[in-house]
């Protein structure tokens, strides 16, 4: 089943400002801007919703998600006063 996620509030995906098309467990296709996929079977509105990767384990990882994940967050400290190292494996 083919089911394009589109036009997500927010998505962490360059290239994928139209959503995306998920084939069974997998991402089949990034939607840029101006692109319409086809051969879909569904179609979900995400237009009130925010496209985030990976969330395996959410109960406490979902927001080290929403941070992390942005290019902005990438090797800053999680905590004030902690290191990236968290992040990077550097001190």
Same mark, same amino acid.
């Given at each position: ?6 036009? =997500?509030?927010?998505?962490? %995906? ?6 995306? $098309? *998920? ?5 089949? +296709? ?6 319409? =996929?086809?051969?879909?079977? %569904? ?6 919703? $925010? *496209?985030?990767?990976g969330?395996v384990? +959410? ?27 968290i ?5």
């Open positions: 089943m083919r089911t394009w996620i589109k036009d =997500p509030l927010a998505i962490l %995906a360059e290239g994928a400002e139209r959503g995306i $098309v *998920v084939e069974g467990t997998k991402i089949a +296709a990034l939607v840029m801007r101006g692109e319409t =996929p086809e051969r879909l079977d %569904a179609v979900l509105d995400a237009s009130r919703h $925010v *496209v985030l990767p969330l384990n +959410a109960h406490h990882h979902f927001y080290q998600t929403l941070t992390r994940a942005h290019p902005q967050a990438i090797n800053k400290p999680l905590f004030p006063g902690s290191s990236p190292s992040r990077s494996g550097r001190a």
